[in-house]
T-cell receptor
Framework: DQQVKQNSPSLSVQEGRISILNCDYT??????FLWYKKYPAEGPTFLIS?????DKNEDGRFTVFLNKSAKHLSLHIVPSQPGDSAVYFC????????????FGKGTSLLVTP | DTAVSQTPKYLVTQMGNDKSIKCEQN?????MYWYKQDSKKFLKIMFS???????INETVPNRFSPKSPDKAHLNLHINSLELGDSAVYFC?????????????FGDGTRLSIL
């Protein structure tokens, strides 16, 4: 059963605008959340993370928001750039799983000039 | 100076064969993982090793056997390959176990079973 869900398989955004990628999870034991970016024929690259004790974490153009009551997190990219075009994976983990990552199926982001 | 490297990048073989995928990390990490990405692009954990000790062993057929000769290497051996084993296999590493350090991934090994 899939515990991390990314319900939008794709998203298209104009350069300079905000990209918002969403992620939902079902396991309330998850206490660490990450976003990974993946280009074709490459492995996932870590982007940003957030602990369950926080509700926001910011790193440059990337901000992750966590709403624990809704079991929802989102990644905001502002401003979006063409180089941001990639597949974005949401992942979650918890102590009892040895911090193995549970991944969503990914959202393919296309940033158009 | 690739951080996590996997070999081979592509592996095409016939059903019933035995094959190995190698993974090495030069980050000084003490925890390594194997993930499988199936045809639906779903990435799923298979194994995790911490300081050469098996920590996580998800529901994976026992035809799959990980081996960690040292902290920098985690190899995956697969016996009697089946069509359903066709996938991309990713190795990853992180520092510390049970911590919140992000995992670093290799570029994957695409395994195709004929």
């Amino acid at each position: 059963d899939q515990q991390v869900k990314q319900n939008s398989p794709s998203l298209s955004v104009q350069e300079g605008r905000i990209s918002i990628l969403n992620c939902d999870y079902t396991n309330s034991m998850f206490d660490y959340f990450l976003w990974y970016k993946k280009y074709p024929a490459e492995g996932p690259t870590f982007l940003i993370s957030i602990s369950s004790i926080k509700d926001k974490n910011e790193d440059g153009r990337f901000t992750v928001f966590l709403n624990k009551s809704a079991k929802h997190l989102s990644l905001h990219i502002v401003p979006s750039q063409p180089g941001d075009s990639a597949v974005y994976f949401c992942a979650a983990s918890h102590t009892n799983s040895g911090y193995a990552l549970n991944f969503g199926k990914g959202t393919s982001l296309l940033v158009t000039p | 100076d690739t951080a996590v490297s996997q070999t081979p990048k592509y592996l095409v073989t016939q059903m019933g064969n035995d094959k190995s995928i190698k993974c090495e990390q030069n980050l000084g990490h003490d925890t390594m993982y194997w993930y499988k990405q199936d045809s639906k692009k779903f990435l799923k954990i298979m194994f995790s090793y911490n300081n050469k000790e098996l920590i996580i062993n998800e529901t994976v057929p026992n035809r799959f056997s990980p081996k960690s000769p040292d902290k920098a290497h985690l190899n995956l051996h697969i016996n009697s390959l089946e069509l359903g084993d066709s996938a991309v296999y990713f190795c990853a590493s992180s520092q510390g176990f049970g911590g919140t350090q992000p995992q670093h991934f290799g570029d994957g090994t695409r395994l195709s079973i004929l």
